[in-house]
């Protein structure tokens, strides 16, 4: 069975009141857009009531609310609700995909690149060199072999409240130098439009600062890979 793939969005608290911003809102609807396969292929998370009507709005099927959560995870939904969100369907299964919503899938997921996920039973981050959190969580995979130090990283202290500051937490000291923790060119970061070219045969996803890049990303998506 293939690891479920899933994405999220959550009202970001700005003094007594709770919004999703418009940068966000277009992003969604840029990347269901470009990837129409997220519609098909993706399980739509929601952390409370107003972001679950922005996805249907969209014509997603909200497969959870999680307006439940601790009150920890609620006080602060911009940094903690996404690893709550993936924690809680890593305990339903056996192994779960986190995409964001600023990616473009260069091609379809097939075996090699589940096979290549499942190879060491390690989660799979983006590396980002000098990257502040280390890790970086756009695109990321976990198995159930993690789920009490996911659960464990609840409760450590970090510098800053940041998902990717508690994964670190409960991840090696020396996990800069341990190649199972990375995707490597599976996932590739592009910060500036000249980084298009990282994207190599090998490239399921790209991590992007803005989807102006995607002109400069059609050639290689067709160059690599027949769309979904």
């Known amino acids: 069975m293939d690891p479920v793939l899933i994405t999220g969005l ?71 609700m996404k690893h709550w ?21 260069i091609k379809p997921l097939d075996v090699p690149f589940f096979q290549f996920c499942r190879k060491y039973q390690t989660p799979r981050f983006v590396y980002i060199p000098g990257y502040h959190a280390t890790i970086n969580c756009s695109v990321y995979y976990v198995c159930q072999k993690w789920l009490s130090a996911m659960e464990k990283s609840f409760y450590i202290p970090t510098l800053e409240t940041n998902d990717e500051l508690m994964w670190l937490s409960v991840l090696p000291k020396d996990i800069k130098e341990k190649k199972e923790f990375w995707w490597g060119d599976y996932v590739v970061n592009v910060w500036l439009q000249n980084e298009c070219d990282w994207v190599t045969s090998n490239t399921y996803f790209v991590h992007i600062k803005t989807f102006d890049y995607y002109q400069r990303l059609e050639p290689l998506i067709k160059k690599y890979a027949k769309k979904i």
């Open 85 to 105: 969100m993936v924690y809680q369907m890593l305990r339903h299964h056996q192994e779960v995909i986190w995409i964001d919503w600023d990616t473009v899938n």
């Open 10 to 80: 959550f009202s970001k608290k700005y003094g007594h009141l709770e919004k999703i911003s418009q940068k966000i809102l277009h992003e969604v609807q840029t990347s269901l857009y470009i990837n129409r396969e997220y519609r098909e292929r993706l399980i739509f998370l929601a952390g409370d009531v107003s972001a679950a009507s922005v996805l249907k709005n969209f014509g997603l099927k909200v497969h959870c609310i999680f307006d439940d959560a601790p009150d920890f995870i609620l006080k602060e939904p911009a940094f903690r």
